[in-house]
């Protein structure tokens, strides 16, 4: 049975709370920089890779991770083959639909019969019109979502929101809530039969700190 486990977590958001986590719970040394993507605690009981937070759930799902850290917009939207544990609580976001505020203006949802659409999340984004019976043309992009409406390339946008602030700064005005995804914890099948003693450990480790982290919010 192994003893250390490789962690996967995302660059951007996500990474400041995740690493604080860690720390909270005795984790130490792990350095964040931008140009080392393998990293190490203190005690040696993790390998820990800094990643594309789209990546963490293939290197999870494949092994090359035991467990990872990553956004539930992301586990919807690639639907990979991974246990989830634990809601982590932090990183809360919701995944929404904006336009120009000069359509939303003059705009009825509920007449919607086609529409075109830039976003990073194709998937929930064709689940989401076709649900409703609308048809839609999916603009598919990796940053800068908010600029599509602005050049017309899109008429409207599928994008992750914190406070709406870039929404509103780019002219846009939200007209949907698809879904809300806060930070999740990922297990690889295979490590949690492999390293079940180190990986379950984590797992309580985890569990306890998010709790205490609850209890004294309240």
């Known amino acids: 049975m192994r003893d250390r486990l490789t962690l996967a977590l995302p660059k951007g958001r ?3 709370p995740a690493v604080a986590l860690l720390r909270e719970m005795g984790l130490e040394g792990i350095e964040v920089d931008s140009r080392r993507l393998i990293s190490g ?3 040696g009981r993790l390998q820990v890779l800094f990643l594309k937070p789209s990546d963490v759930p293939t290197y999870v799902a494949y092994g090359a991770a035991d467990v990872g850290i990553v956004g539930k917009d992301v586990l919807l939207e690639q639907e990979p083959d991974v246990y989830e544990p634990l809601d ?3 990183g809360a976001c919701r995944l929404v639909v904006a336009e120009p505020r000069q ?25 989401y019109f076709s649900e409703r019976g609308i048809q ?7 940053g800068s979502i908010e600029l599509a409406p602005l050049v017309g390339l899109a008429d409207r946008i599928v994008d992750l929101v914190q406070t709406g ?40 480790e985890m569990k ?3 709790a205490g982290e609850r209890r004294a919010v309240r």
């Not at 203006?105 to 064709?126: F, G, I, N």
């Not at 879904?179 to 099948?189: D, E, F, K, M, W």
């Open 165 to 204: 602030e870039t929404l509103r700064a780019n002219g846009l005005v939200e007209v949907a809530e698809i879904t809300r995804s806060t930070a999740r914890l990922i297990v690889n099948r295979a490590s949690l039969k492999t390293a079940y003693s180190a990986v379950s450990g984590l797992i309580e």
């Open 14 to 16: 996500l990474l400041d």
């Open 103 to 127: 359509l939303w203006e003059r705009d009825d949802p509920a007449k919607w019969s086609w529409v075109r659409v830039a976003t990073k999340y194709p998937r929930l984004t064709e689940r």
């Open 136 to 142: 839609v043309e999916i603009v598919r992009l990796d």
């Open 41 to 43: 605690d203190a005690s």
């Open 208 to 210: 306890k700190q998010v």
């Open 88 to 90: 982590l609580g932090f």
